[in-house]
């Protein structure tokens, strides 16, 4: 079993950056998929930001070039560092990782982007 506990949320203005830490509770070994999501009220879940534990990204068209995806491994902790952030990029954004055959959600932390 894995817990993940995300921080770093919050409110920032248009243009500025914010960074999100999901907390492990265990080492991440083998084949994994850590990815950050984001929901906005009475919509589906959708990846933001997505690193393999070969190395490979992958971004949301929106995101591209403004937002970095990256993980420590000696703190357990995959992290999104968002830059030049909009006021779409509001919502809550959710941890995700895909590792033994199971996938693990974190509680969500809120982004707020103020114009």
């Known amino acids: 079993q894995v817990q993940l506990v995300e921080s770093g949320g919050g409110l920032v203005q248009a243009g500025g950056s914010l960074r999100l830490s999901c907390a492990a509770s265990r080492s991440i070994y083998g084949n994994n998929i850590m990815a950050w999501y984001r929901q906005a009220p009475g919509k589906q879940r959708e990846l933001v930001a997505g690193l393999s534990s070969g190395g490979s990204t992958n971004y949301l068209d929106s995101v591209k070039g403004r937002f970095t995806i990256y993980r420590d491994n000696a703190k357990n902790t995959v992290n999104l560092q968002m830059n030049a952030m909009k006021p779409e990029n509001t919502d809550v954004y959710y941890c995700?990782?895909?590792?033994?055959?199971?996938?693990?959600w974190g509680q969500g932390t809120q982004v707020t982007v103020s114009s």
């Open positions: 995700n990782i895909v590792a033994y055959s199971r996938s693990y």
